[in-house]
């Protein structure tokens, strides 16, 4: 059997990285990432969620303040009460650069991030979160030329098909073309 011994300090450290390793692992896992949803394409002013409620952060008494450091193009938050909501523009999902060449429906997102300031600036902490943006149906399939001419036999059967260009919607998944007759 092997037998150690150890000075205080050494026993006093040891014991110390015991006891602050999980705090600091319970830390970063509570650093989490705020989720919220949003169709395209609403008015403006509409409610994502409460930022404060979310992270489990009292508020009220006005020490501690919210700030939003990016996505404020599209999105703002109450400084006191930590109330996210869509800022006076109005969201294209089609039209946001990041999301143009996206076909899954979860995948378009915006990112934004909230700083939370504690009393008489205590301490600052910075917390990141997505919008997933989901599609509607707010496009017409449209084809290669505005009119389309069909020649249609006389003496044809009922429930003849016949051959259209192909369309395009830039709506995708249920609010795309699956299929037309």
Excluded at 100 to 116: A, G, P, T, Y
């Amino acid at each position: 059997m092997l037998r150690m011994r150890t000075t205080g300090w050494a026993r006093a450290w040891c014991l110390g990285c015991c006891l602050l390793l999980p705090l600091s692992l319970s830390l970063a896992a509570a650093k989490q990432l705020l989720r919220y949803r949003l169709a395209e394409e609403g008015p403006a002013d509409v409610r994502l969620g409460n930022v404060a409620s979310d992270l489990g952060i009292v508020t009220g008494s006005g020490e501690v303040t919210f700030s939003l450091e990016s996505g404020s193009e599209y999105l703002k938050i109450d400084n006191l009460t930590g109330e996210l909501s869509t800022s006076e523009r109005r969201i294209d999902r089609e039209k946001l650069p990041q999301c143009q060449m996206i076909f899954d429906e979860n995948e378009c997102f915006l990112d934004f991030e909230v700083s939370v300031i504690g009393p008489s600036q205590s301490w600052v902490d910075l917390f990141e979160g997505r919008v997933i943006v989901l599609d509607i149906n707010d496009n017409t399939p449209t084809f290669p030329s505005p009119v389309l001419t069909l020649t249609v036999e006389e003496n044809r059967p009922v429930g003849t098909l016949y051959l259209l260009p192909t369309a395009t919607d830039r709506d995708f998944g249920r609010n795309g073309i699956e299929r037309y007759l």
